[in-house]
Structure formats: C-alpha cells, structure tokens
C-alpha cells in the first residue's frame, strides 16, 4: 500500500521538477539551455551520496541486530546508489562536452565520484560471489561499513591531488542562483529523493520474495 | 597480556611454516625482481621518464606484490581443516587478525626493502641519502595496505573468484593511500622533505588508524561460522 504511493509521489514529483526545470526556470546567459541538465545531475549525485550512506547505516544496523531487513535494505540502497552515481557521471560528461569541451576530465569531484561508483560495484560483486546467504550478508556490511569510511580519505586525496597543482575548473552554479532556479533544483532533489526511497523498498520487497522462495 | 599471545601465537606459527615451506617469500622476492624488468622494458629507453615515474613505479611495485601476498594470508587456513581451529581457539578473535596483520608487515617490509635496494641499484636512485623519510612513507603506506588487505583477504578466502575479486575490493579502497604514497615520496626523492608533503603525511597516518581500528573491530564478524 505504502510502497505504490511512494512510487505514484515520485512520478508527481519529477513530473513537477521537469515542468520546473525545463518550463518556469529561466535560460541561463552563458551555457543557454545545456545548464537545464543540472535540474537532474545534481539530484542524482546527490542521491548517490544519500544512498551511501544508507548502505553504512543499514550495514551497522545489521552488524548490531542481525536482522535480514537492514541486509535488504543495504543491498538494495547499494544498487541504487551505484545507478545513481552512473546517471551523475554520465549526465556530467554530456554536460561537460559542450561546457567543459571535454566529455571527462581528472578533476578532483569527477575522480572522487568515479571512485565511489568502482567501491560499490566492488561491493556488489562481493554480494554477487557468495553462495551463503548469511556470510554474504556479514562480509557485505564489513565492505558497507569500511567504504564508507573510506569516502572521507578518498575526498581529501583527490582534492589535493589535483587542486594543489592546478587551479579549481570554474564550476557552473557556484556563482550564488536566482530563486527560481535554486526553488526548481530543490524540487528535483526532492523528487529524485522519492524515487531513490521507492527504488529502495521496491528492491527490498524483491529480495525478500526471492528468499523467501524454495530453492 | 593474553590478546598479544593469541597474536604472537598466530605470527609464530605462519613464521614458522613459511620458515619451512619457503613458499610464498621466495616466490614474492623473484616476482619483484621481474617486475623490475617490465618496468625498465617499458619505460627505460627514456632515462628522464623513467625518473619522472620513479615514485609511481616504486608503490605500483609495493601494490603488485602486495596483491600477490596478502591475498594469499589466509589461504594456508584452508588446508587440513585449520580454519575450524582458528574459529575454536579462544579468546578474542581480533587477535587472529593483528597477527596475520603483523606477518603480513613482515612479509612486505621483506619485499619493499629487496624492491627498493634494486631500485637503488638498476635505475640509479640515491635511495640513501632519502632513507629516512622513504622509511616513514613506506610504513604508513605499508601498514594501511596490509591492514586493509588482510582484511579483504579473511573475505574473500572463502570466495570461488577469489583471485579476482580480491584485487576488484582492494584497489579502489586503496586510492588515497596510494595518492599519499607517491606524493610523498615523489618530495622525499627530490630532496623537499616531508614538510613540504606533511598534509599527506597526516592524511596517511589518520588513514591507517581507520584501516586498522575497522580491522580489528570487524574481524570477529568475518570470522564467523
């Protein structure tokens, strides 16, 4: 019952943030309607990073409780957040070719976030490669916990890494937004945010029919 | 008292198999050794390249032999039931892992020196006069690759792709240890000090205290049944 609204809010929600993002708000000065495309990449990096986090939490939970809702539930945040993170790095390249004039680019955010993606599906093989159910459940929340950890160490590396050698790449929207445009990308943070959340208890009701189904 | 027992248990015994075995050691050093030769095939026709990827070169070598070895440290625990013995043993069973952590330094502390003296000796680095601070570099580095790999090496021990995925978990962890390692052996071989590079340094250090405090506290739960 709760799982289909969830599913109905977001469609509304990103029906909204479109209508928002491509209709109300207005055409940018410098980079014309290409900028539009920050309407979804910034949801959905900021989703992915949501979602990493939910995996630490639900790896805990796990550790702690034992139950096979928090397992689910990291297993299936971890999905999305890798989805997410993909659709971050690949509507950034599209934006990148006509801003940046590159699809891709070292720089000290892209690195972190590709980073990000290569742990997680890390994570997922391990998932993937352990017959057990139980022990695949444990050695997945010891990864959750430890790459979680490790996103702070992987920011600090990479911004050094690069931002001590060359100066930061002017970015498009550091410059302080007009209301529209920040009230449609919060609309859209909001909307993506839901779908994430449906994804996530959609995935969670899958994986709990396919244990609970006799080999 | 008891906890460093269990540990010096643990490091005796794998010192004392591979003492007799002389398996992995020897096989470690000659690999080292040849990859040596593919650095130098594939870089050395330009001496000035060569020395600009020095650093590189040097913790790429660390990290090869590092898969190699550490993914090996539980393997042994395979054989004749021993991972059953490893589970009945009492105490706490965290001690099993600083005890592997602490063969798993000795065992590349052993190649890095061998590594580094070649280094020192095939591509004519003054590896002396940067001793110092290439020392506390590579036992920062040292010491968050190998707690981390040994981690992911109880993981994966039991895993069919073993081989595989224990490279795919490792590697990308390892990031910002890597970064820090070059970068501050890239200043200590140009004679900067590790002032200049301190920020790394730090980021080291406080790397290895996440690595090996989450090592510790998560082993009981890889080890389980």
Known sequence: MMVPMLGWLAMLAIGGGLVMGFGIAPREVTQGSVQRIMYVHVPFAWVAYLAFAVVFVASIAYLWRRSAAADRVAHASAEAGVVFTGLAIATGSIWGKPTWGTWWTWDARLTSVALLFVLYLGYLMLRGMIEDRERGARYAAVLGIIAALDIPLVHFSVFWWRTLHQPPSIRPGSAAMPGVILAALLVNVVAFTLLYAYFVAKRSRVLRLAEEMPA | ?225
């Not at chain 2, 591979?18 to 050691?25: A, D, G, I, M």
């Not at chain 2, 065992?107 to 290439?134: H, I, Q, R, Y």
């Not at chain 2, 995925?165 to 820090?180: I, K, S, T």
């Open chain 2, 1 to 225: 008292m008891t906890y460093a027992r269990h540990a010096w248990i643990i490091l005796w015994k794998d010192i004392a198999t591979e003492r007799r075995r002389k398996e992995t050691l020897n096989a470690l050093l000659f690999f080292s050794v040849l990859l040596l030769f593919v650095f130098e095939f594939t870089l050395g026709g330009d001496r000035d390249r060569l020395t600009a990827a020095l650093p590189g070169l040097l913790w790429l070598g660390f990290i090869l032999a590092g898969l190699l070895a550490l993914g090996r440290s539980f393997l042994i625990e395979r054989e004749n039931d021993c991972w059953e013995g490893l589970l009945l043993g009492p105490g706490d069973k965290s001690a099993i892992y600083v005890g592997k952590l602490a063969g798993n330094l000795l065992v590349m502390a052993a190649v890095e020196v061998v590594v580094l003296a070649l280094f020192g000796v095939f591509f004519n680095v003054d590896v002396w006069s940067a001793l110092p601070g290439l020392v506390l570099v590579g036992v920062l580095g040292t010491i968050g690759l190998a707690a981390m790999g040994t981690t992911f090496a109880a993981m994966t021990a039991q895993v069919r792709a073993r081989e595989l995925l224990f490279p795919v978990l490792l590697l990308p962890l390892q990031v910002p240890l890597l970064l820090g390692c070059v970068k501050a052996t890239e200043a200590v071989l140009n004679g900067e000090g590790l002032g200049s590079v301190l920020h790394w340094v730090q980021l080291l250090a406080a790397a290895d205290l996440i690595y090996v405090v989450v090592g510790v506290l998560t082993f009981e739960f890889i080890l389980e049944a």
